[in-house]
């Protein structure tokens, strides 16, 4: 997979959110809470929901910095979930719970060590 964020890798269908938020497959690695289960197909091998709330961040400009500090941090380190999926699926929800806005040296490696737990509980 290459190196982007496609439109592909989003999680858009209400159905699959649905099925994500009623998985007993999440925990907290702050200041993200996640969400996971496997899918069945799927357009690319991980589709990401990437939600911030309003009640933390009253206004927009702050809620879509989140989100794009979120998206860049996963882009930059999806290639290592890439590689242990295999021909397998899933969905992923990455929804921020911290209070701040994320400063990029620590959303990098809460990603990485996020990313590494993941891995983990996708391979047992």
């Not at 060590?113 to 983990?120: A, E, F, S, T, V």
Request: some cysteine.
């Amino acid at each position: 997979m290459s190196e982007t964020f496609s439109k592909r890798e989003r999680l858009c269908s209400r159905k699959a959110i649905e099925q994500l938020y009623r998985s007993p497959r999440h925990w907290v690695c702050y200041p993200w809470a996640v969400y996971w289960d496997f899918a069945e197909g799927g357009e690319a091998p991980v589709q990401v929901l990437i939600a911030t709330s309003k009640r933390r961040f009253k206004h927009a400009v702050d809620r879509n910095r989140v989100k794009r500090v979120t998206r860049e941090c996963y882009r930059r380190q999806k290639q290592q979930l890439y590689d242990t999926l295999g021909n397998r699926h899933i969905l992923l929800g990455l929804s921020y719970i911290g209070d701040e806005l994320p400063v990029w040296d620590m959303a990098t490696s809460k990603m990485q060590r996020l990313l590494q737990r993941l891995i983990k509980e996708v391979g047992e």
